[in-house]
Structure formats: structure tokens, C-alpha cells
């Protein structure tokens, strides 16, 4: 089976640093995405892990451990605009060149003045 | 230019009726995608077609057909409505790579369809 494992909800103040922590068991894994999702709006693209190790893009870093099964998301330098819901995602070998996205269920981040 | 554009945006409707959501991609992505997000914010995949033939089909009741006229093109038509249809249907392409994963598998997610089944 496939489980995905996210804190729900967070709060962060502006400027400051925040971590959010996804860990997951699957079979066939190929790979992890996290996805911003603001109120309302379409999922979008933040960054993509498929070795050990961290990957950094400006404000955001992300991180993965396939040995634990654990990956985090690190955002700096927090602003408003940052409050959002960020989805953890493993990817999937589903057979031939087919990758099937399983996503967690989110954590909805309240960054407060 | 919208990559993955999607009509209507939103869609409220009795319980009962017929309803088709139509998604268009310009990204030249060979496989897509539909998505159900129910109230609790979750992300279910539900179909996927590569090149108009469909791929990954999960548990989702029959009244649900997607329907793929060309590879830039997955449209979803809902028979028999129920208040359980309530949620943001999304649909999503990529490009996939042979073997393992890789950016190129990164999901372009459309716009979202708000459906409300009263």
C-alpha cells in the first residue's frame, strides 16, 4: 500500500524559517514532489527530489532520505504571500513509461505578521 | 497563454442531471490527468490518458467517463449526479520519460472546476 503523512496545519511568523516534514511509505517509488496550493487556485510546481540529499531554489529547499522514507520541505524568509497549502507528493513507476503522482493530504501554512 | 485551461470554472447543478467539465492542454504533453479535491482538501487522482488511451483508471463509480478526442484533450462527463460529486475537479498534464521519473513528469495543473451538486 502507499501512505503519505503530513502535519495539517502550521503557523509561521514573516521572516522567519519553517519546516514542513512529509513522510511516506510506497512500492515502485520513482521520486518527490512538493506542490504550493493557494486558496481557491491550481496546485503548481515547487521542486522535485528523486536522490538522497538537498535540493535548493532560492527561497525554498527541499530534502529527501529514500532510506527513512522522509522528506521536508524548508521555506526562508518568510512572507505573506507564502500562506498557502503545500502538498507533499511521492511519484510512482505505475507500469511502462507511466509515473502516478500520490499525493498527501497537505499542510495548510498560516504565516502571520 | 493558458498551458491547461479548463471550462467551466464552475458548476452548480441538481442532483440527477448530466454534466461534462472540458480540459484543453497546449504544452504538447502526451498524457493527462483528472483530479478530484473533495472538501478536506485531498487530491485523488482519477483517470490518466496517454496519447488518447487511457492508462491509470482508480476506483471511481461508473458514472464517471472521461473521454479523450486528442492527446490535447480530456474532457470528464458525469452521469446521475450526487451530492457526493461536490468537489474541485482538476485536471493535469506532463510529459513522461521512459523508466524512471524525472522533471520532465512534473504535473501542470489547470485551473480547477468548482462542482456543487444541490
Known amino acids: 500500500g502507499q501512505n503519505i503523512d503530513q502535519p495539517t496545519e502550521m503557523t509561521a511568523t514573516e521572516g522567519a524559517i519553517v519546516q514542513i516534514n512529509c513522510t511516506y511509505q510506497t512500492s515502485g517509488f520513482n521520486g518527490l514532489f512538493w506542490y504550493q496550493q493557494h486558496a481557491g487556485e491550481a496546485p503548481t510546481f515547487l521542486s522535485y527530489n528523486v536522490l538522497d540529499g538537498l535540493e535548493e531554489k532560492g527561497r525554498f529547499s527541499s530534502f529527501l532520505s529514500r532510506s527513512k522514507g522522509y522528506s521536508y520541505l524548508l521555506l526562508k524568509e518568510l512572507q505573506m504571500k507564502d500562506s498557502a497549502s503545500y502538498l507533499c507528493?511521492?511519484?510512482?513507476?505505475?507500469?511502462?513509461?507511466?509515473?502516478?503522482?500520490?499525493f498527501g493530504t497537505g499542510t495548510l501554512l498560516a504565516v502571520q505578521p | 497563454d493558458t498551458a491547461v485551461s479548463q471550462t467551466p470554472k464552475y458548476l452548480v447543478t441538481q442532483m440527477g442531471n448530466d454534466k461534462s467539465i472540458k480540459c484543453e492542454q497546449n504544452?504538447?504533453?502526451?498524457?493527462m490527468y483528472w483530479y478530484k479535491q473533495d472538501s478536506k482538501k485531498f487530491l485523488k487522482i482519477m483517470f490518466s490518458y496517454n496519447n488518447k488511451e487511457l492508462i491509470i483508471n482508480e476506483t471511481v463509480p461508473n458514472r464517471f467517463s472521461p473521454k479523450s478526442p486528442d492527446k490535447a484533450h480530456l474532457n470528464l462527463h458525469i452521469n446521475s449526479l450526487e451530492l457526493g460529486d461536490s468537489a474541485v475537479y482538476f485536471c493535469?498534464?506532463?510529459?513522461?520519460?521512459?523508466?524512471?521519473?524525472?522533471?520532465?513528469?512534473?504535473?501542470?495543473f489547470g485551473p480547477g472546476t468548482r462542482l456543487t451538486v444541490l
Open positions: 493535469a498534464s506532463s510529459q513522461p520519460t521512459s523508466g524512471g521519473a524525472s522533471l520532465t513528469d512534473t504535473q501542470y
Open positions: 504544452l504538447g504533453h502526451d498524457t
Open positions: 507528493a511521492v511519484t510512482r513507476n505505475y507500469g511502462g513509461a507511466t509515473n502516478k503522482l500520490i
